[in-house]
């Protein structure tokens, strides 16, 4: 009789193994980790199309991409969509990862998509100073640019760029470099960084509605576009209508101006220099935010009257009241 419910108690753990093993192992046949080549023809168009916005070749944006997160099976790209390693940085508020690094237990962005994973590696390379040598290169020259990206920092990995290069030619990824005539731009926004502005202030990231965020004196900022308001703006960042003209000592009925520099946050209380010579046309409220300084603070520094206006020539303190004369 004890045989018996030994062998039924048996024949049920039997049972029951199979059928989970069983359910595990068609889940892992649903669920095949992702080859280059499967990896390469879903983010193919993707990367041709960053490349028209941005003129990064669309080679290095795929071998990247492929390295970075191990053909897409990587944690960090199956949980948080972030496809280049991209990490937190101070300041950043969307949702993030946590996993050992260079340290352990770092913060790494989190995004909905993996095209936001793409869009904010794009912005990274194309404002931050560090890398713009790359964009003096010609777009098909693969090798100088991921030589250039190892040479800026972009990777600790001393193989980094023969590891691209590699993955470049294998798949001939170089002939996407080629193919910027039939894809239009999806930039709705060709004139939101005025001219001459790029790479002056620090990348931050691409928000909502692919806003681009920058950083000046530790504080985040955008650039206005063409149909901005205070509303709308206030509603891509999650934020009160109220709070985007106090910060930039704006009043509710001013209107924006395409190119207009708007702070996200409170601007400091100094500045990250000492001094500024004021410039023909220039204002207190405009040298108040070209340093991300509270305009307040600037009128105090200096000893002048609120309202008053600066003359052409004149040093203003930035960091400290002025010497009484």
């Keep these: 009789m004890l045989q018996n419910k030994n062998s039924i108690f048996l024949t049920f753990i039997l049972l029951f193994l199979n059928n989970f093993l069983g359910t595990g192992f068609v889940y892992a046949q649903q669920n095949p980790k992702m080859t280059k080549q499967e990896y390469i023809d879903k983010y193919r168009d993707v990367a041709i199309q960053e490349m028209v916005e941005f003129k990064i070749p669309a080679s290095i944006t795929l071998a990247q991409g492929l390295l970075e997160s191990g053909n897409g099976n990587s944690r960090l790209a199956t949980e948080a969509n972030n496809h280049f390693g991209i990490k937190c940085h101070v300041g950043w508020e969307g949702d993030f990862i946590r996993m050992d690094d260079d340290a352990t237990n770092e913060c790494f962005r989190k995004?909905?998509?993996?095209?936001d994973s793409y869009k904010d590696h794009s912005f990274f390379l194309s404002q931050r100073p560090r890398y713009a040598l790359l964009f003096d290169l010609d777009i098909t020259d693969y090798k100088g640019w991921?030589?250039?990206?190892?040479?800026?920092?972009?990777?600790?990995?001393?193989?980094?760029?023969?590891?691209?290069?590699?993955?470049?030619?294998?798949?001939?990824?170089?002939k996407l470099d080629?193919?910027?005539?039939?894809?239009?731009?999806?930039?709705?926004?060709p004139n939101e960084?005025?001219?001459?502005?790029?790479?002056?202030y620090e990348a931050f990231a691409v928000g909502k509605n692919d806003r681009k965020v920058f950083t000046n004196n530790g504080r985040k900022f955008i650039f206005a576009r063409s149909d901005d308001d205070f509303f709308?703006?206030?509603?891509?960042?999650?934020?009160y209508a109220y709070q985007v003209w106090k910060y930039n000592e704006l009043s509710k009925t001013d209107k924006l101006?395409?190119?207009?520099?708007l702070y996200l946050q409170k601007k400091k209380n100094k500045a990250n220099t000492a001094y500024?010579?004021?410039?023909?046309g220039e204002t207190m409220r405009s040298i108040s935010q070209l340093y991300g300084i509270k305009l307040n603070k600037l009128y105090r520094f200096n000893r002048m009257e609120k309202g008053s206006i600066p003359h052409t020539g004149q040093m203003l303190w930035l960091q400290g009241r002025r010497p009484k004369k």
């Excluded at 995004?111 to 095209?115: D, I, R, T, V």
């Excluded at 080629?178 to 926004?189: D, E, F, R, S, W």
């Excluded at 500024?276 to 023909?280: A, E, L, R, S």
Aim: hydrophobic share 35%; net charge positive.
């Design 193 to 200: 960084i005025p001219k001459g502005k790029e790479r002056e």
């Design 111 to 115: 995004y909905k998509h993996a095209y």
């Design 146 to 174: 991921a030589k250039g990206l190892k040479k800026a920092g972009y990777a600790t990995n001393p193989k980094y760029a023969d590891l691209l290069i590699n993955i470049i030619e294998e798949f001939e990824l170089y």
């Design 232 to 239: 709308k703006i206030a509603g891509d960042f999650n934020i």
């Design 178 to 189: 080629l193919m910027q005539g039939p894809y239009t731009a999806v930039n709705k926004y």
């Design 276 to 280: 500024h010579i004021v410039g023909p």
């Design 257 to 261: 101006k395409e190119g207009q520099m």
